[in-house]
């Protein structure tokens, strides 16, 4: 009997993430779909690692872990937004920045990616931001999310390198979804813009998976497969 696969999104209650659910369900590609978030069950919180230790412990044995979407990040909450100047930089922003962008996908990479199968394809997609990219950055600005995702993009880059060693047919990159009608990036989404929506988004992130190679890992590209700067 074949063993039985899955496919996990962290950030299934968000918009994007709650688009890539649905997608990856709909198209039976795996035996699982499985979305963690805050209030999910098990609920994953990005900031505590005891809690992404538990729900990943807990999902783990519901089938052989052959793609992971995290779909998970931060621009404003209600208390910060992105920066105009550096006059505007603070503590808390960055902080809160880091968290969010940076420190829990590393955390979810942490603990997720030893248990990937040494053997046979498995994909880990973490989304990022063009934005993030310290040689496509021409404008400044969005201190904060941009260093939280340009740290994320490293992050990323370096997990590639060491998974290569032991899973020789994994691929892990780092991917921009272009811009989405989501709260993330509604309030800045200018006019002219080609922004999409999560379901748009989702389709053309699933639909590139398959042209993803092992040569590839640890890159950064856009949604339709486009290698970007770091």
């Known amino acids: 009997m074949a063993e039985a696969t899955q496919a996990i999104i962290v950030g299934s209650s968000g918009g994007i993430g709650r688009a890539l659910f649905d997608g990856l369900s709909a198209s039976g590609r795996y035996d699982q779909v499985t979305g963690l978030s805050r209030t999910g069950k098990p609920p994953l919180d990005l900031t505590n690692e005891t809690s992404v230790v538990d729900a990943i412990e807990t999902i783990a044995p519901l089938g052989a872990i052959r793609l992971v979407i995290v779909a998970t990040g931060l621009l404003h909450d209600g208390t910060i937004a992105p920066e105009k100047s ?19 996908p590393a955390l979810v990479l942490k603990h997720i990616l030893p248990l990937l199968p040494r053997s046979g394809r498995s994909l880990v997609i973490v989304l990022s931001a063009k934005v993030g990219s310290i040689g496509d950055n021409r404008l400044g600005g969005w201190h904060s999310y941009r260093a939280s995702k340009a740290a994320l993009n490293q992050i990323v880059r370096t997990c590639a ?56 890992s640890g890159g950064f590209f856009d949604r339709t497969g486009m290698r970007l700067p770091y």
């Open 86 to 104: 550096n006059r505007q930089l603070s503590v808390d922003a960055l902080a809160r920045s880091f968290a969010i962008n940076t420190i829990g």
């Open 161 to 216: 390198i060491e998974l290569g060693r032991t899973h020789k047919e994994a691929v892990l990159v780092a991917m921009h979804p272009g811009t989405v009608d989501t709260p993330l990036s509604r309030p800045f989404s200018r006019a002219g813009l080609d922004v999409q929506t999560p379901e748009e988004a989702a389709s053309a992130i699933l639909g590139g998976l398959d042209k993803l190679r092992v040569a590839d």
